[in-house]
């Protein structure tokens, strides 16, 4: 999965290499205008979202076997990498909650850029789709990538034709070896096991790209890439970025998972994500106070908290404000205990908010208290801020949703601080 946005930076990498046979003069030394001139990118901030599926052709059909959102920050030059797990649970427009690979397998990259897009609340700009059939050649043109295995990886299916075995030890991987290593998933840790030797390899092949000695072949490299890839980065595009991050450090590079626990739900296995504290990382706005915690090698979180400004004494509010809440809101229950939105419902009437509905959330795993808005009306936008406001969420817990009728509170396991908040506050006449 990280090995995809390896394969996207690399190519436009070796891009720049040949880039003066293509005469592009305007963008060889590019600039941070220049770049937003020529590349659709969020203008909230500044960044450049790609979708980054890697494709197993299984013959009948394609499928996503892994996917992953890099994000680009132009003026910082950094880059945040998010794998999702294929299982991830989540609502596929038009076919209902299912895991998100089978997004890709149902309606292609539109499909899976229109679920991710209302699931994480972010635009999605460019996508990129490396195949795996080409990937070993990428390995062997490099002369293979040093990783070290901690554990013997064993697995065999006869029927599919994989076998896989590679033993405990440092080992200069080929690319059969390679491919095998990012796809290996059969241990106790399953999927997010598969996820976490992604990270390690991709961090491994940045490395190897990056040596003097390599550095030269990136002129061969490019030829075998653009037969590796399915862009809607037009060449010039590619080029532009790809000279622009060129220099890009390994310490402004931010790779995570999306944070979230396994469920059984209607005898199916499922990724919960917590969509809390992810958008809280995609933002990069988390407060000072708050810590996101990812999935470490163990397969469990660290402890988290947030800062929600928990108001000390009365707080007074104007009028004005709260009457500039004009439409019914929504209050879902996310943490699970008893009676809670009924309980944030009261409070909210008490202060002249109308409650249209209140009821359980999707899961009970919402560390965070969020607001999710409709997609379409400004109005929604505007009063879902205000509330978030009124109820001390932050600005990046407050996001669009196709789901969504009403401006909805999903209440999470701060709710004790949300309704701290909520008695304290005074309606000023």
Do not use: C
């Not at 500044?46 to 197993?56: A, H, Q, S």
């Not at 509010?317 to 019914?328: A, D, M, N, Q, R």
């Amino acid at each position: 999965m990280r090995w995809q946005r390896l394969l996207f930076i690399g190519i436009v990498l070796a891009a720049a290499i040949i880039g003066a046979n293509w005469r592009l003069k305007d963008i060889v030394h590019p600039k941070a205008e220049s770049i937003r001139k020529s590349v659709r990118y969020d203008e909230a901030t500044g960044r450049i979202n790609i979708l980054v599926v890697g494709e197993d052709d299984t013959g009948d059909s394609h499928r996503a076997d892994s996917i992953a959102i890099a994000m680009l920050d132009i003026e910082g030059k950094k880059v945040k990498l998010l794998s999702l797990p294929r299982d991830t649970r989540i609502d596929i427009p038009g076919r209902g909650w299912n895991k998100l690979g089978h997004a890709y397998s149902y309606g292609g990259i539109d499909l899976l850029k229109r679920t991710l897009v209302n699931y994480l609340g972010l635009p999605i700009h460019y996508y990129v789709v490396v195949g795996y059939d080409s990937f070993p050649k990428l390995v062997d043109l490099l002369g293979g990538v040093e990783i070290e295995v901690e554990t013997r990886m064993r697995y065999v299916d006869r029927a599919g034709g994989l076998y896989i075995d590679i033993p405990p030890g440092r080992h200069l991987m080929n690319g059969d070896m390679a491919l095998k290593y990012v796809r290996f998933r059969h241990d106790a840790m399953g999927d997010l096991g598969r996820i976490q030797r992604q990270h390690k390899f991709i961090t491994a092949l940045l490395k190897r790209m990056t040596d003097p000695q390599i550095l030269p072949r990136l002129g061969e490299l490019t030829k075998e890439m653009a037969s590796m890839v399915k862009t809607d980065l037009s060449p010039s595009q590619a080029l532009q970025v790809g000279l622009y991050f060129k220099d890009l450090s390994l310490d402004n590079i931010d790779i995570s998972t999306l944070p979230g626990k396994p469920a059984l739900i209607s005898g199916v296995s499922y990724w919960l994500g917590d969509i809390s504290q992810i958008s809280a990382f995609l933002s990069g706005e988390i407060p000072s106070e708050a810590k996101v915690s990812f999935i470490n090698q163990e397969g469990t979180r660290g402890t988290a908290n947030a800062s929600t400004s928990t108001p000390e004494g009365n707080q007074v509010l104007s009028k004005e404000k709260v009457e500039s809440i004009k439409g019914p809101i929504a209050v879902l229950n996310g943490d699970g205990s008893k009676g809670l939105s009924a309980k944030i419902a009261q409070e909210l009437h008490r202060l002249g908010i109308e409650v249209a509905y209140r009821g359980n959330a999707r899961h009970f795993d919402y560390r965070y208290s969020n607001i999710i808005y409709p997609s379409k009306g400004a109005e929604s936008k505007e009063e879902a801020q205000i509330l978030a406001e009124l109820l001390g969420i932050p600005k990046n817990l407050v996001r669009p949703s196709e789901a969504a009728a009403h401006v909805t509170i999903i209440v999470g396991h701060d709710y004790e601080k949300l309704l701290s908040r909520l008695r304290n506050l005074k309606i000023a006449p």
